[in-house]
């Protein structure tokens, strides 16, 4: 139990479907994290925010679109995504960014575009 | 940049033998270092962290010293089980920056 919780835990999508993944930290976090975890790649950090502003997009395609309404609550939406996207998406908190507190992860989403 | 680099895996052992897994890191100035596990099928859960030179973090058998002179931070456990088939990512974390390590996959034989 890591506080961090994800829906949905698997998720299969069209290229042409729009869907949204949740996350929810209950641990009173100020930054929360989107990486993607690919088959025989290291996790790719994609999104912060601290404090509901976004503060570092690391190059990420504009068919991943981050909404962080409050600092419990952080969604990715998708639209349009390739076969490629297909990977894991796992979501993160800690008090603050740009420390070196620990980020304690959610059990993550597991996407498969078709 | 800074990075992480972990052994190769898969690492295949039997019950009750000994592990260790290693990692060194390449960093400016004073990271903190942390081990994650990911069982199959899950997320990553912390598994023990050091922030400074010397430390030693330690949780569920498992343990890690921070050793600045070696730049490394090797996992070991003295008495594994099949429970603790899962794999493991190295990681450090500078500037607010977490950076993880490829994985080493670990699987224990009954």
């Known amino acids: 139990e890591t506080g961090v919780t994800q829906t949905p835990r698997h998720l299969v999508m069209g290229m042409t479907n729009k869907k949204s993944l949740k996350c929810e930290q209950h641990?009173?976090?100020?930054?929360m994290y989107w990486y993607k975890q690919s088959a025989k790649k290291p996790l790719e950090l994609m999104f912060v925010?601290?404090?509901?502003?976004?503060?570092e997009n690391n190059s990420v395609p504009s068919r991943f679109s981050p909404e962080c309404p409050n600092s419990s609550h952080l969604f990715l939406h998708l639209h349009t995504l390739q076969p490629e996207d297909s990977a894991l998406y796992l979501c993160?908190?800690?008090?603050?960014?740009?420390?070196?507190?620990?980020?304690?992860f959610g059990p993550g989403t597991r996407l498969l575009v078709l | 940049g800074d990075s992480v680099t972990q052994m190769e895996g898969p690492v295949t052992l039997s019950e009750e033998a000994f592990l260790t897994i290693n990692c060194t890191y390449t960093?400016?100035?004073?990271?903190?270092l942390f081990w994650y596990v990911q069982y199959p099928g899950e997320g990553l859960q912390l598994l023990l962290k050091?922030?400074?030179?010397?430390d030693k973090g330690s949780n569920k058998g498992f343990e890690a010293t921070y050793r600045k002179e070696t730049t490394s931070f090797h996992l070991e456990k003295g008495s594994v089980q099949v429970s603790d088939s899962a794999v493991y990512f190295c990681?450090?974390?500078?500037?607010?920056?977490?950076?993880f390590g490829q994985g080493t996959t670990l699987q224990v034989k009954p």
């Open positions: 993160a908190s800690s008090p603050t960014s740009g420390g070196e507190e620990t980020q304690y």
């Open positions: 641990l009173g976090h100020n930054a």
């Open positions: 925010y601290s404090l509901e502003e976004r503060v």
């Open positions: 960093a400016t100035g004073y990271p903190s």
């Open positions: 050091a922030t400074k030179a010397d």
């Open positions: 990681a450090l974390i500078n500037t607010g920056k977490l950076i």
